[in-house]
């Protein structure tokens, strides 16, 4: 386990809480996110509490039986509840400050956020990307018209097999008759 750094060990007084308000002021968004999700977690589990003891408890209907167990269960969901509207307080700053992280950030294509590497290994520049993005247009298309004829002959399939099932039926009920 280490230390602090004492006072007179190269840093002049002060300067180590200092910097240690100042790294826990600038917390990152992505500790923030990770806060905000175990919070998120904490509201679920809560809630699954608050609904268990609900379920668990009895309504007051003017019998004294278990009087006591209900003050009880009534003052844990209290509890609960309190701890819960802390809990969506907390996750609310967190939303807050994310966004507030997040403010000054230009928006990215996703496209740019996924690396690839082109068979040479090169990257890919903003004109191979703008020509694979229209190859991948036409290639949609192409296979957009393919399903369309797909389905039509599909559906051409479709009638012919009615029919030569009503033929076979109409076949079956005329030798039925000469029977």
Not at 8 to 16: E, I, Q, R, T
Not at 60 to 73: A, C, E, F, M
Not at 86 to 96: A, E, M, T, W
């Amino acid at each position: 386990m280490s230390t602090p750094p004492l006072a007179g060990a190269g840093m002049p007084p002060g300067a180590f809480a200092g910097t240690q308000a100042q790294a826990a002021r600038e917390v990152n968004t992505a500790s923030l996110c990770r806060i905000g999700q175990e919070t998120v977690q904490d509201i679920v589990f809560r809630t699954m509490e608050i609904f268990q003891l609900l379920r668990n408890m009895q309504l007051p209907n003017g019998v004294t039986y278990h009087t006591g167990t209900y003050q009880d269960r009534l003052g844990k969901l209290q509890e609960h509840l309190r701890q819960l509207s802390i809990l969506f307080r907390k996750l609310r700053l967190v939303y807050d400050k994310c966004n507030e992280n997040c403010a000054g950030l230009d928006p990215v294509p996703i496209e740019q956020l996924i690396p690839y590497v082109e068979e040479d290994g090169s990257k890919h520049d903003d004109r191979g990307a703008a020509s694979q993005l229209r190859f991948a247009s036409e290639e949609r298309r192409e296979i957009m018209e393919v399903n369309k004829k797909l389905k039509q002959k599909n559906q051409q399939l479709k009638q012919i097999m009615d029919q030569l099932r009503n033929l076979i039926w109409d076949i079956n009920a005329m030798l039925a008759m000469r029977n």
